[in-house]
């Protein structure tokens, strides 16, 4: 069912002939993806139907009347207290990181320009390295610092569990941080006016975020060129972070694989960044 394979399981006990065949109750255990909502109630019910019809033969045979229908106990493996706040609040730290990180970041070189101080900077001996990372460095600490208040908002005012450790979820934090402001502060390299690198940003960053990272949308049930793009995009694997150190814990066969395409982002964003980065007005 994780490898989408099946839509559905159902689970038979090894005593079920005999239970039911004595007269007693059999239970049997039903489990549905419900990734996909619409396809998980046809599954649901198509089970409900084989079984009905299965009481009605079986009624028939005996020559009784048709008992009542099974009694439904569902169980929600994953958020169980169905708390659309509990689903929603890790996805939003992720829109605010976003913001913070690469939108603000992507303003900040092209504001320079706009306002005549790069060439400034430029006559100093200051290097393009020093230059990019005094950038970097305070819309890190208001990235993380407003990391750390929307989890205290989350878990003190809107009673999100975290069942994850505070160390794993800071680390992977600042890997989506870095990835982040990598790519804004490539936007802000490339564009050098505050309303371009501005429409950059929001197209290329906030939106694919909201969009594309699973937050609103699930992502296994997109088109698959629409899954591909996702790849790119940042917040994809830091959502699913968020949403796992949350709800279930330290998982890391989750973690870890996000993490690394963190990582790799990253890399790739700042390294783009500092190699268009030249100190030269042309």
Do not use: C
Request: hydrophobic share 60%; aromatic share 10%.
């Amino acid at each position: 069912m994780t490898d989408r394979q099946v839509q559905g399981i159902v689970w038979l006990p090894d005593d079920f002939d005999r239970r039911a065949l004595s007269g007693g109750n059999s239970p049997i255990g039903v489990f549905v993806n419900g990734v996909d909502a619409n396809t998980a109630r046809i599954i649901e019910g198509y089970v409900q139907q084989v079984w009905a019809g299965w009481l009605v033969a079986r009624a028939a045979e005996a020559g009784r009347p048709t008992p009542l229908a099974i009694a439904l106990q569902p169980r929600v493996r994953f958020n169980p207290a169905v708390k659309s706040r509990d689903f929603l609040v890790p996805g939003l730290i992720a829109m605010i990181m976003t913001l913070s990180g690469a939108l603000l970041t992507a303003l900040v070189i092209a504001r320079e320009w706009e306002r005549g101080t790069m060439e400034a900077l430029m006559v100093t001996r200051v290097t393009i390295r020093e230059i990019l990372f005094a950038k970097l460095v305070p819309y890190f600490l208001l990235g993380m610092g407003g990391m750390a208040a929307s989890v205290a908002l989350g878990v003190f005012l809107f009673d999100v569990p975290l069942r994850g450790s505070l160390w794993a979820l800071t680390a992977t934090s600042s890997l989506f941080m870095l990835a982040a402001l990598g790519m804004g502060l490539l936007i802000s390299t490339v564009a050098r006016n505050q309303f371009v690198a501005a429409q950059i940003a929001i197209i290329a960053t906030f939106l694919p975020a909201f969009i594309l990272s699973g937050f609103v949308f699930d992502i296994n049930s997109m088109p698959w060129p629409v899954r591909i793009v996702t790849h790119v995009v940042a917040a994809r694997y830091f959502v699913a972070i968020l949403q796992s150190t949350f709800l279930a814990g330290d998982v890391w066969s989750v973690i870890l694989p996000n993490a690394a395409a963190l990582i790799a982002l990253a890399a790739i964003f700042l390294g783009a960044a500092r190699a268009l980065a030249r100190k030269r007005l042309d």
